[in-house]
């Protein structure tokens, strides 16, 4: 264990610094392989949950950029298999380390009514055709020219992800899933601003075309936190690296091709804020105002039947909201929650 720790350790190491991930180390191989893939399989299947149903019923083509061990593809693959479809899928997997592709077809070899391709090549040139049904980026952008800053990084990486548009199926979608930690993230909300400067709307999570609130002061980010722990069997390894091993933390960005939007939504955004004789949250979406992120709460002797799942409400929700059109009343705030 101690040596697949250190591995691990060495590992977190590079991506907390936004580095390319090292070579294929025997002790690198196991981290990934032994930790870091089981770890990953399920930030995906959580990203696309709000996509599922938006899925075209069909067959479907996947196309998976900087792949690594197929955690992304893997992870949505579960996503689609537990929602019920049976569709066959067809994946192609593009990482520059042919290691890690060679790796691949076993790990994929009990899924179901599944094909994967592997190719050696760089995610940013590789030049596939498409159509499309899903392209998948997991936890690529962080790696891609981290030592160019500010706009000139977003400007690039907006210039390929245009041009990953274009080769979706007229349904299809790209799904980007990068870690939680705060340089990587606010990348990620440069990046969707100027997607939407250029009339790339998301469709998740952001609920807005404004520009992203969380940009607005240096120490804000966005991110998911799912109450998902690591398997029991992994928890030593992470303690011994120094990790997180209690919940599943990401961010990511879902474009469709069709550009499909949803209004009149806000999303929860913040952990449950308790003070005396309160409860607030931070709601992110159309506010009658325009896009922003409110605090918004209600008080304890205003509790009721109608808004007891303000007691449940956390990070991720997506809610359909009733407020006046004039102001944000912050005591008295009844959402009707439309999925998790």
């Known amino acids: 264990m101690a040596a697949l720790s250190a591995g691990v350790a060495e590992l977190s190491r590079s991506y907390n610094q936004h580095q390319r991930a090292p070579a294929l180390t025997p002790a690198v191989h196991g981290a990934r392989l032994g930790f870091f893939f089981p770890r990953d399989v399920p930030k995906s299947a959580a990203a696309i949950q709000e996509l599922l149903e ?29 929602r019920g479809r049976r569709h066959p899928i067809d994946v192609l997997a593009i990482d520059m380390d042919p290691t890690a592709l060679a790796l691949i077809p076993p790990l994929f070899a009990h899924l179901p009514h599944c094909t994967v391709r592997t190719s050696t090549g760089d995610a940013t040139t590789a030049n596939e055709p498409g159509p499309w049904d899903l392209i998948l ?15 000139e990084r977003s400007k690039r990486l907006a210039t390929w992800i245009r041009s ?7 349904d299809g979608s790209l799904v980007i899933v990068e870690p ?12 969707r ?3 939407v ?9 952001c609920l807005h075309r404004n520009a992203c609130p969380m940009l607005q002061r240096d120490n804000d980010w966005c991110h998911e936190h799912r109450p998902i722990d690591l398997p029991t069997w ?14 599943l933390t990401f961010s990511y960005l879902i474009l469709r091709k069709d550009r499909a939007t949803r209004t009149g939504r806000v999303r929860v955004v913040s952990e449950p804020l308790v003070s005396k004789g309160r409860l ?30 303000w007691d449940t409400l956390r990070r991720g929700d997506v809610l359909a909201i009733e407020l006046d059109s004039q102001r944000i009343d912050p005591q008295m705030c009844i959402p009707a929650p439309i999925s998790r």
């Open 164 to 170: 990953l548009d274009q080769t979706l199926a007229p």
């Open 197 to 205: 400067h250029q009339e790339l709307i998301p469709f998740a999570p």
């Open 137 to 151: 980026l997991g936890q690529v952008l962080c790696e891609v020219d981290p030592w160019i800053l500010g706009d």
């Open 193 to 195: 601003d100027e997607l």
């Open 280 to 309: 607030d949250f931070i709601f992110c979406g159309q506010f009658p105002s325009g896009g922003d992120a409110k605090k918004i709460g209600r008080l304890d002797r205003h509790r009721s039947p109608e808004n007891a799942h």
């Open 54 to 82: 938006h899925l075209p019923d069909r067959p479907l083509r996947i196309l998976d950029l900087g792949c690594g061990l197929g955690a992304t593809s893997v992870g949505v693959i579960l996503a689609l298999r537990e």
């Open 234 to 247: 992994l928890e030593p390894i992470a303690r011994a690296a120094g990790l997180r091993w209690e919940g």
């Open 180 to 191: 939680a930690l705060k340089t990587p993230t606010r990348q990620l909300h440069a990046l």
